[in-house]
């Protein structure tokens, strides 16, 4: 969604402030611009509809000179995408100019004030909305900007992450934030702004983030000063990113998404790192360690997210009650926080998100918080506001994931939910001791099996190749591969835009078995378990409506094998891990379908990586 990024000191902004909207350019959005001060005294706007390629066309004539700027990606939300609704946002006198992420829920109330007092507007935004209030608030009460700015937002309802600078005051950069992410870089007598770390980490690894209602003067060669609404001062607290600009880059590879699905053993590696000890047949996780007994005190379980992590949920559900015996539910995060759910205080509810900015989620932790109910986040994003809001968690370290279709998150997040789980149950002693070493060995050494599935490449690249022509797929499994039906129906509709559904395998006879013709793809996900003969079934349900099978089936298999189009073989697991496997070939079936059908895969249209909005 959008990004922000702004720079002041002594180096030229423009080429930064371009450079860090590219780096944003993974979180989706329909439009850009760049607000720069120049030393003439001058505040210039630039800003087009569509890619920060078009905004760089049309300012490669333009004076882009000045050390003080923002910039911004626009996601739509109030006004469709062009021009005029770009940010930055000039106020009246085009004194002030802003970039805005987020929602300012009372900008029509605001705005007719505003109006009333003859305030007149020209985009449809929430955004213009705030610029005005801010110098209303600035003459009204003869004020700093630093100053009307916190006052300004004082009225305000609604989420940001705001930039402000004005043109009578050219070494000042003003910051917000409440709800939506926003890093502060600081370097030599220079401080960076940026929705995430992306646009920073080549400049600076110190980095503060901003805190909920915060309010940041940034003036070149001082100390930056925060003050909070309520004008408390805070101190600025500096921490070192543990990230390096490699993570960010494609490294040879065509796709982000690519790259990611091929880091998945290295990803899963770091991910256990210091937690899985194969040689010791133990798992430490800290958060599990010093929070044992509200888990063990837990009437239940709540687990709560968006997307592939509301998916990597469904899989804790199962793992969970089979191994822990807590009664689990799992509920997407919008729907969760407004239904009234009945939350007892000795609820856990563990909260899932890759960039940890979800708004939903977000309001789904604070309505439990609320009930009393332990928090428990397992986050990618270190630091971000979902990783800061719960009482305690445990990173999945996948380190940066940009393509928007989420494959790393996705996996880290499973490997991080069964190695709670396998360490509650030991606890709980739900989980036996020889068990318990067999699950962690496995564990331990499932990378190696990615690695064998990725080597597939070749061949799943040239069936994807054969499936271009379809305009609709259905994905079926079961237990613990129904969740990754859904998650391979995801990532499919998501890059190719071919519709595609996740269904419990036994589910079809109710509905989409009606669907099922020759030109129908069924791709079924049926490794070697328990539930083999029941899948087997379904299979044959397929195949008799002549239905196109693509199986993933456990090297060796036969019976499925023979009645199926297409195979992808997958090595031996333990079923309660097989997700990890089983969604590898997904993945790369949904990469190369996109790829053949020409479609822009690291940035498919309409979506954003990280929803700051709900
Ligand atoms: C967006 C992304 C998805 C992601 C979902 C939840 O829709 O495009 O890839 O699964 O948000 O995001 P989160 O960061 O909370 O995991």
């Known amino acids: 969604m959008c990004g922000i990024v702004g720079y002041i000191g002594d180096k030229d902004a423009f080429p930064i402030l371009i450079k860090g909207l590219h780096r944003l350019e993974y979180r989706g959005y329909d439009s850009a611009g760049v607000a720069l001060l120049n030393n003439k005294g001058e505040l210039h706007i630039f800003k087009t509809k569509g890619k920060v390629n078009n905004l760089e066309k049309y300012c490669s004539d333009k004076d882009v000179s000045g050390n003080i700027g923002i910039a911004h990606t626009r996601w739509a939300t109030h006004g469709e995408p062009s021009d005029i609704n770009a940010h930055p946002h000039y106020s009246q006198s085009k004194d002030i100019a802003l970039i805005h992420n987020g929602i300012i829920e009372n900008y029509l109330s605001l705005k007719q004030f505003l109006k009333d007092k003859g305030y007149i507007f020209k985009s449809e935004t929430d955004t213009e909305v705030l ?6 608030v600035k003459k009204e009460h003869k004020l700093s ?10 009225q305000v309802i609604g989420a940001y992450a705001i930039g402000v600078i004005e043109r009578q005051n050219p070494n000042v950069l003003i910051a917000a934030r409440k709800g939506s992410p926003l890093i502060i870089g600081v370097g030599e007598g220079e401080y960076f702004l940026g929705s995430d770390a992306s646009p920073i980490i080549e400049y600076t690894n110190k980095v503060v983030y901003v805190g909920d209602e915060e309010v940041v003067r940034m003036e070149k060669d001082r100390e930056m000063e925060i003050r909070n609404l309520s004008d408390s001062v805070i101190v600025p607290e500096i921490t070192e990113l543990q990230m390096d600009l490699s993570e960010i880059e494609k490294g040879g590879y065509p796709h982000f998404m690519l790259k990611e699905i091929f880091e998945q053993p290295r990803a899963l590696s770091l991910c256990m790192n210091g937690r899985v000890h194969e040689e010791l047949k133990e798992i430490k996780l800290s958060g599990i360690i010093d929070h044992i007994d509200r888990f063990r005190n837990a009437r239940r379980i709540l687990i709560s997210a968006c997307g592939t992590s509301w998916h990597a ?4 559900k199962y793992l969970f009650e089979q191994f822990c015996r807590i009664p689990v ?5 919008s729907e969760f926080r407004y239904r009234n759910p009945v939350i007892f205080p000795n609820d856990v509810m563990i909260a899932i998100s890759q960039s940890g900015e979800t708004a939903d989620t977000l309001a789904a932790i604070e309505l439990a918080k609320s009930k009393g109910a332990f928090i428990y986040g397992v986050c990618n994003v270190v630091g971000s506001s979902i990783a800061r809001a719960t009482d305690t968690g445990t990173y999945t370290h996948a380190g940066p994931e940009i393509g928007v279709a989420s494959t790393k998150a996705f996996t880290t997040q499973v490997a991080v939910l069964a190695m709670m789980v396998f360490a509650i149950g030991r606890e709980l002693g739900t989980v036996k001791q020889d068990e318990y070493e067999k699950l962690v060995t496995e564990l331990a050494f499932i990378k190696n099996k990615i690695e064998e599935i990725l080597a597939l490449k070749d061949s799943i690249e040239s069936m994807s190749k054969v499936f271009t022509y379809a305009k609709n797929f259905i994905y079926l499994g079961r237990g613990f591969n129904y969740p990754v039906a859904m998650e391979g ?3 499919l509709k998501e890059i190719s835009y071919i519709h595609a559904e996740g269904y419990p395998a036994a589910e079809m006879k109710h509905g989409p078995i009606a669907l099922i ?3 129908m793809p069924i791709v079924v996900i049926a490794p070697k378990f328990a539930m083999y003969d029941k899948i087997l079934s379904n299979v044959q349900e397929v195949k008799a409506r002549n239905g196109r099978i693509i199986s993933i089936v456990t090297k060796g298999d036969t019976q499925i094998k023979a009645l199926s189009d297409f195979v992808i073989e997958i090595p031996e697991t333990i079923e309660c891990l097989s ?14 379908v996109a790829v053949a059908k020409g479609r822009n895969v690291d940035q498919p249209r309409n979506l954003a990586k990280s929803v700051t909005v709900e």
């Open 145 to 154: 900007l630093y100053d009307a700015v916190q006052r300004a937002l004082s």
């Open 313 to 316: 949920g469904l899989i804790g």
């Open 489 to 491: 129906a995801l990532k």
């Open 329 to 333: 539910e799992v509920e997407v995060a």
């Open 517 to 519: 013709d020759e030109e």
């Open 579 to 592: 997700p990890l496997l089983t969604i590898i070939p997904l993945q790369m079936l949904s990469y190369y």
């Open 131 to 136: 610029v005005q209030l801010i110098e209303y």
